[in-house]
């Protein structure tokens, strides 16, 4: 059917067949290696495989060529080169609020959605936020270094001027560039350490501030010029990028402080490097950054005095992971079995999908049992279809051979498709079942394929892999 779609309407991706007489749609994760969280949800409906990549160089050619679905966090980038890769992909999570690493409007011209988790570790990062503001006002980790580093806090002037720079919180304004579900966390509580908050947010209505006690200013020129400390609470996106300059740092208070844990395209380093150490911002407080993973040995701020620098972690809690890494897969499941991209929650680049693609055209060839109607009108025509699958696998005793080497094992509930960051092996997969991908008693699941004969294959794991999970 791809191929008679395609030369009937082209550039145009069909919605995903997930019927009973359809082969299994296949879902990747791209840039992590843990789907114990997402299979539970996805294990009825489809195929769930990781790829543990950084681009899509690392990606298998299996995932470019069937996967249908994909969940990325932020350590993968997805340009419209990258996108064109992937032959019959429909839609993309990103695990996190944030989706600057993807070319929205390339995707949706593509009929790719995007969808986001905009409610993603709000509390965590507000903290997080926080934490940052606190610790620029009573630098506790300068303090903490200086007494690492040996230094004696004997006397009254040993500490005046170990402590020098420390400032009282009540009374202070914070500006915060942005104002939604994160900033708007903040200002909550910041209000409570007596912060007087002031927000500059154009794309909200007027009024809210007066439900939540803040100041509203209309000009990011007033935000900067009344804020004792700055914080960045937007998305990164062409307009914003470097909204925090050399030009914009000038229109600060002399001696501010600055706080980003939002995108690290907002502020240019360079500048902020330089602002710091001309004195003209009397602190910084950085979670995201330019170039990621961060370093201080390198790049523009590695000399830059009174800054502090986290990895990228102000979104992180196992809570607020787990939440994040739920929703995805029920928005895969969500755009498996409805209508992509009418039924998805969180779609981001919709006005795409309108603007450059024939949907309605396109509705009339979809046939009336796919995307959801299949799977619930004819619950018993699946089962059997499934157990007639399952006894002709185990009664087959040979048949052809599967050309990429899939191999099963039945205590995993992992596909792992990443040919270039691991040394080469069997390809690992699993597809859903009563219990981890396998059918009671241990064997695998049945399949449209032979299986190849001899062990189950374990996919290999180097040391030091860190699983990649991400964010606000």
């Known amino acids: 059917m791809g ?46 495989a990781f790829c543990d990549a950084q ?5 298998h050619e299996k995932v470019l060529n069937e996967a249908v679905g994909a969940m990325m966090y932020h350590t993968i980038t997805l340009t419209r080169e990258d996108l064109e890769k992937f032959k019959a992909l429909r839609i993309i999570i990103r695990i996190g609020s944030g989706y600057d690493n993807i070319d929205i409007k390339a995707a949706g011209e593509m009929g790719i959605a995007v969808c986001n988790i905009p ?12 934490c940052h503001i606190l610790n620029l006002y009573r630098r506790n980790t300068w303090l903490y270094q200086a007494l690492r580093e040996g230094s004696r806090f004997q006397s009254i002037e040993q500490i005046r001027e170990l402590a020098s720079g420390a400032a009282r919180v009540r009374g202070e304004t914070l500006g915060l560039i942005g104002f939604g579900r994160t900033g708007q966390a903040v200002a909550v509580r910041a209000k409570a350490f007596g912060f007087n908050v002031i927000f500059y947010d154009p794309y ?57 844990c939002a995108r690290g395209g907002l502020v240019d380093e360079k500048a902020l490097a330089q602002a710091l150490k001309e004195g003209r911002i009397r ?40 939440e994040m890494r739920e929703a995805a897969a029920t928005e895969i499941r969500r755009a498996i079995t409805g209508r992509i991209p ?54 087959q005793q040979s048949g052809p051979t599967v050309t990429s080497h899939i191999s099963w094992w039945p205590a995993r509930q992992n596909v792992y498709l990443n040919p270039t960051r691991h040394a080469q092996g069997p390809v690992g997969m699993t597809s859903g079942g009563p219990e981890e991908g396998t059918r009671p008693g241990g064997g695998p699941r049945a399949h449209a394929r032979s299986l190849p004969p001899g062990p189950p294959a374990q996919p290999l794991l180097l040391p030091g892999h860190r699983e990649h999970i991400y964010e606000a």
Request: proline letters at 6%; charged letters at 15%.
């Open 119 to 130: 409610s993603a570790a709000v509390e965590e990062t507000a903290d997080s936020t926080l």
């Open 283 to 322: 602190g910084a407080a950085l979670d995201v950054h330019e170039s990621e993973p961060f370093s201080f040995t390198q790049g523009p701020l590695k000399d830059a005095p009174n800054l502090i620098c986290t990895p990228h972690t102000a979104w992180y809690s196992e809570q607020a992971s787990l």
């Open 3 to 48: 191929g008679m779609w395609r030369q009937q309407f082209p550039g145009i991706r069909p919605q995903i067949m997930n019927g009973p007489m359809h082969p299994r749609p296949l879902v990747a994760l791209l840039d992590g290696r843990d789907c114990t969280v997402e299979m539970p949800i996805l294990k009825d409906l489809a195929t769930v």
């Open 204 to 260: 909200l209505q007027d009024g809210l501030e007066r439900s939540l006690g803040v100041q509203r200013v209309f000009t990011l020129q007033d935000l900067l010029y009344q804020s004792d400390c700055v914080s960045l609470h937007c998305n990164l996106n062409e307009h914003n990028h470097h909204l925090i300059n050399d030009f914009t740092i000038k229109q600060m208070r002399q001696g501010a402080f600055l706080v980003n």
């Open 342 to 395: 009418d039924t998805l929650r969180n779609c981001v680049n919709k006005e795409y999908f309108i603007a450059t693609a024939p949907w309605g055209a396109v509705e009339q060839h979809v046939h009336p049992e796919l995307n959801g109607g299949a799977y619930s009108r004819h619950t018993h025509s699946l089962a059997l279809h499934l157990l007639l699958n399952l006894t002709a696998s185990f009664t």
């Open 55 to 59: 681009s899509t160089q690392e990606i």
